[in-house]
C-alpha cells in the first residue's frame, strides 16, 4: 500500500529533541513538552497507520494516543500511540503501539494484563508454536513488561523461552506480551518520516499471525 499525507498532516520522523522530552525532570515540565513537541507527531502518523491497519486487517482501526492521565508524580518514561479495533479504548484489546523511549522508537503488537483473551490466544499461539517461531524474525524483540524498555530477542530464544514467555500469559493474571522491533535513538531512518512509516507498516504486517491469533 503506498502511504500518502497531505502536507499540512505529514509526518516529518523523530528527531533528538523528541527523545530528549523523557530526560527533563518533573511531571509537570515533562508533560509539557510531551504535548508539545511528541504528541503531535503521533496523531500525524496516526490516523495514516490507523488506515493501513485497517486494510491490513479488515477491521476499522482507531487511533489512540497516550494521555498518561492517571499520573500525579512520576513523569512518563515512554509514550505511544496505540491502534485498535475499538473506539472507546485498546488496553482490554490486542493492539498495535509505535512510541518512544529515551532510548529508542517501538513498534509492536502488544497484548497487555487488561486484555481477557490473552489466555486464548497464548493457547493458540503455543499450538502453533513451530509456525509462529519462522513466522517471526530474528531480530523482532519479545517483552513481558511494557514498562521496561528493554526485551528478549527473537534469534536467541529457544523454543522451550519461547513457550515459557507463552505460559506466563496464560497463567499469570498481570502478564503481557509484546513483540515487534526496536530502532535506536540516532538511526537516520527515525528522521524520514516517509521511510518511518513504511517499516512500521511493514513490521505490522509481519505481526498480523499475533493479531489473528488473538
Not at 103 to 126: D, M, S, W
Not at 156 to 172: C, F, G, I
Request: aromatic share 8%; proline share 5%.
Amino acid at each position: 500500500m503506498t502511504i500518502a499525507l497531505s502536507p499540512t498532516d505529514r509526518f516529518t520522523g523523530f528527531r533528538d529533541s523528541d527523545f530528549e522530552v523523557f530526560e527533563i525532570e518533573g511531571l509537570e515540565a515533562r508533560m509539557e513538552a510531551l504535548i508539545d513537541l511528541v504528541r503531535p507527531k503521533f496523531h500525524a502518523l496516526g490516523e495514516t497507520i490507523a488506515a493501513s491497519l485497517s486494510t491490513l486487517t479488515g477491521e476499522e482501526m482507531f487511533v489512540h494516543v497516550a494521555k498518561h492521565a492517571r499520573r500525579t508524580v512520576n513523569p512518563p518514561n515512554d509514550s505511544w500511540v496505540a491502534f485498535a479495533n475499538n473506539k472507546r479504548g485498546y488496553k482490554a484489546h490486542p493492539h498495535f503501539q509505535i512510541g518512544l523511549w529515551s532510548t529508542h522508537v517501538f513498534i509492536q503488537f502488544a497484548i497487555i494484563y487488561e486484555c481477557p483473551g490473552k489466555e486464548n490466544f497464548a493457547e493458540r499461539a503455543l499450538a502453533e508454536l513451530s509456525s509462529l517461531r519462522r513466522a517471526i524474525p530474528d531480530d523482532f524483540v519479545w517483552s513481558k513488561d511494557h514498562m521496561v524498555p528493554t526485551g528478549l530477542r527473537h534469534g536467541d530464544l529457544s523454543d522451550e523461552e519461547l513457550a515459557d514467555l507463552l505460559h506466563r500469559l496464560k497463567t499469570v493474571k498481570a502478564s503481557e506480551l509484546t513483540c515487534g522491533i526496536h530502532i535506536l535513538r540516532g538511526d537516520p531512518i527515525l528522521a524520514d518520516g516517509d521511510a518511518l512509516l513504511h517499516l512500521a507498516e511493514h513490521t505490522f504486517r509481519t505481526l498480523l499471525p499475533l493479531y489473528r491469533m488473538a
